[in-house]
């Protein structure tokens, strides 16, 4: 017997589950899978703390979200402590009609991502005098 709320399983004298009240069944449904499709990218990141930053702000926001290529850094060798070649960096994605607030959210950390990119393309051509 299984809980349609809790999804857990129970012995087959038990008619009602022991933590929500809910009428148990003999068989569950298959679980909704999230729909992936048609996502788009509001963030992209190869920075371990901005990518722990970027998921507490949407989840606080409750905005779904999928982080493509996240769970493959744990992997690889070394794949946590900065850009990992072999994943590249972390796409965050939502739905289309959460975009513009998802940007809104996360505007501090794309401004400091075209930050970096500006400073690691940076050079000072002038030579140091003695």
Known sequence: MYCPKCRVKYKNDISL??????LLV???????????HGMV????TSDQ???LIAKSLLED???KFFA????????FGAGRLGFNPIVGAIDFKVKPEDEEEAKE????LIEDELDDDLDDEYVDDEEDEY
Do not use: F, H, Q, R
């Open 17 to 22: 589950c022991p933590d929500c009240g809910e």
């Open 26 to 36: 003999e068989s569950l449904p298959p679980a909704n899978k999230p729909d992936y």
């Open 41 to 44: 990218v509001v963030y992209t």
């Open 49 to 51: 703390s901005k990518i």
């Open 61 to 63: 926001a409750d905005i």
């Open 68 to 75: 493509s290529g996240d769970g493959i850094m744990d992997l």
């Open 105 to 108: 959210i996360l505007a501090g």
